[in-house]
């Protein structure tokens, strides 16, 4: 497995595991833990914002980071973040592997890559953060394992 940059002929291929990855968890997670109303209004379009999302993090930008980890031709996940050095603070903004290559160590190998390259451009901490529901304990355990310390946050939604 080896890192790199992503290249424009990237975002297809990118875009469909982003939509593999996160489909779970706004359709069998988020849409029947809050009805349709609030699925609708707060991620109904989750796919096309996901477009867009990419489509911003891959721009050039000062302080913004993205790399994919492949084998043998084979795009196995990737990571987005951004660092402001003038605050000290950098962000992992989107981690995505691919679930028929999770259990191998990329996600940790690709968080312990962005944090390298934060701390190199002038970050003292960085933020991640990750939903608290069953779909992403796993993210809740590998950064706690990478020594994150999670902060309780309560997000409350109601149909009107």
Known sequence: MHFRSSAPHDFSTLLDLTVRVFEPFYEKSFRPLLGETVYAVQHGAWRS?????????????????????????????????????????????????????????????LCEHAMDRMRRDGARIVEISTGGDDFHAPARALYEELGCTPIPVAVYFKEL
């Open 49 to 109: 914002d996901y477009r867009q999302e990419l489509r911003s993090l891959l721009e050039t930008a000062p302080g913004n980071g993205f790399s994919v980890a492949e084998e043998d031709g084979v795009l196995l996940g990737y990571i987005a973040w951004h660092t402001d050095p003038v605050r000290g603070h950098g962000e992992i903004t989107l981690l995505a592997v691919d679930a028929e290559h999770r259990g191998r160590g990329i996600a940790r190998a």
